[in-house]
């Protein structure tokens, strides 16, 4: 039976990256995202024999699409193996003057879609004693800047859930790592005049987390940081 991963916002960069890694090493492949049209490309591209591609038009900020996802998710997959909470948004300001709404809509995307799908997939993995929760946090995470507003607070806000979730699944064998990237290649940079040598690939990120959930049972990666060779843009 094959390995079951789950994975928010995935139809483009990181995210889209870990599914067809994980797809290609033949896992079976649950995804949502906003873009139906997005979402059936996706599909086709990560579609094998033998394994399964579950995908479901859903906003993160609407807790009735993101519980309507996390119940399919359950019905058609079971336990699964692997989540990783990947959707985000970053909207550029600062506290004191981003516009009204900014808060809420990254807090809603960010921390909240990772909160709650953790909640309703926990269970499963809780009653297994098994499962990875992975949440993709940023190096806003460690140090904010200057124009990152909401978006810094709410990567510090997920940094602290996954250490919550970390002390509280230890006696039920559930890995947590936090992902800690620093500036990737993906479509949110379209339109840079930075060379591509100023960034990681998705694909590198994709690669740390096959290679983290590949290790034995009695390890785990609770933070790892990744930066371009030539630092923070």
């Not at 336990?79 to 985000?88: E, K």
């Not at 921390?111 to 799908?117: E, N, Q, V, W």
């Not at 806003?140 to 990152?148: C, E, K, N, T, V």
């Not at 960034?199 to 740390?208: E, V």
């Amino acid at each position: 039976m094959n390995k079951k991963i789950v994975i928010t916002g995935a139809t483009k960069g990181l995210g889209r990256a870990i599914a067809e890694k994980f797809a290609a090493e033949g896992f079976d492949v649950a995804v949502c995202a906003r873009s139906e049209k997005d979402l059936e490309e996706l599909k086709s591209k990560l579609q094998k024999p033998g394994n399964k591609i579950l995908t479901a038009k859903c906003d993160v900020r609407k807790k009735d699409e993101l519980k309507n996802f996390a119940d399919s998710v359950l019905k058609e997959f079971g336990a699964v193996d692997i989540l990783i909470n990947n959707a985000g948004v970053f909207l550029p300001g600062q506290v004191f003057n981003e516009a009204e709404g900014t808060f809420e809509q990254i807090m809603e995307t960010n921390l909240y879609s990772a909160y709650y799908t953790s909640r309703w997939l926990l269970p499963q993995m809780i009653a297994k004693k098994s499962g990875h929760i992975f949440n993709m946090c940023s190096v806003a995470s460690l140090q904010a800047y200057r124009d990152g507003g909401s978006y810094s607070i709410s990567k510090f806000a997920l940094l602290g859930l996954s250490k919550a979730l970390r002390e509280e699944l230890k006696p039920y064998s559930i890995k947590v790592t936090s992902l800690i990237p620093g500036a990737t290649r993906t479509e949110s940079w379209d339109g840079t005049e930075l060379p591509d040598s100023r960034f990681m690939k998705a694909a590198d990120i994709a690669n740390i987390v096959w290679d983290i959930y590949n290790l034995s049972e009695n390890a785990v990666v609770e933070e790892i940081l990744l930066r371009p060779l030539l630092g923070d843009i």
